[in-house]
T-cell receptor, first 117, second 114 residues
Framework: GAVVSQHPSRVICKSGTSVKIECRSL??????MFWYRQFPKQSLMLMAT?????????EQGVEKDKFLINHASLTLSTLTVTSAHPEDSSFYIC?????????????FGQGTRLTVV | GDSVTQMEGPVTLSEEAFLTINCTYT??????LFWYVQYPGEGLQLLLK?????DKGSNKGFEATYRKETTSFHLEKGSVQVSDSAVYFC?????????????FGKGTHLIIQP
């Protein structure tokens, strides 16, 4: 199947700093990528839809100024957690949509475990 | 809004046991339903899917049938193996193949003992 690479897999940062997470589709182009967040014992929750060349669409309750999304190319979307706080500690996972061939399907990265201390 | 409810884990079974992981959903219209699996240290992988009522998705010995009357999509396998140990997520989407964001259940951690 198609490969989506997410980096880093784990990151620890200090409160007040910013962290960038990358999501790359390695063998296909993705005009649409999604960012999810999972708190312990909770569902994966959709945070935002990232569209190549345009602004991201954020779900209700997600602060767009805190979670900056950039989708500058057809193979890369980045999520930057700005001024991170301990409550931002979570598991973040991206997915990239491969259209057609023969079906449209979502492929997921390995996820990033963010710990803010 | 849409929601997916799946049984809490962890679920611990012996090898060759029969597996059922329950999943029910609440959604408007006719969503597509999915089971994803996440092996340790890896990303989510699509296990199987069904796009309309009474469809049965199957893969690697796992099956799930889209039951609209009971709004369910229970995952079953007749004889589990240690290699099936993973976290399983039930999910739905309103477009056919995931072109919209998915709504996930909380995940069920399955542990298979030799």
């Amino acid at each position: 199947g198609a490969v989506v690479s997410q980096h880093p897999s784990r990151v620890i940062c200090k409160s007040g700093t910013s962290v960038k997470i990358e999501c790359r589709s390695l063998d296909f182009q993705a005009t649409t990528m999604f960012w999810y967040r999972q708190f312990p014992k909770q569902s994966l929750m959709l945070m935002a839809t990232s569209n190549e060349g345009s602004k991201a669409t954020y779900e209700q309750g997600v602060e767009k100024d805190k979670f900056l999304i950039n989708h500058a190319s057809l193979t890369l979307s980045t999520l930057t957690v700005t001024s991170a706080h301990p409550e931002d500690s979570s598991f973040y996972i991206c997915s990239a949509i491969r259209v057609g061939q023969p079906n449209t399907e979502a492929f997921f990265g390995q996820g990033t475990r963010l710990t803010v201390v | 809004g849409d929601s997916v409810t799946q049984m809490e884990g962890p679920v611990t079974l012996s090898e060759e046991a029969f597996l059922t992981i329950n999943c029910t959903y609440t959604a408007t219209g006719y969503p597509s339903l999915f089971w994803y699996v996440q092996y340790p240290g890896e990303g989510l992988q699509l296990l199987l899917k069904a796009t309309k009522a009474d469809d049965k998705g199957s893969n690697k010995g796992f099956e799930a049938t889209y039951r609209k009357e009971t709004t369910s999509f229970h995952l079953e396998k007749g004889s589990v193996q240690v290699s099936d140990s993973a976290v399983y997520f039930c999910a739905l989407v309103h477009s056919g193949g995931g072109a919209d964001g998915l709504t996930f259940g909380k995940g069920t951690h399955l542990i298979i003992q030799p």
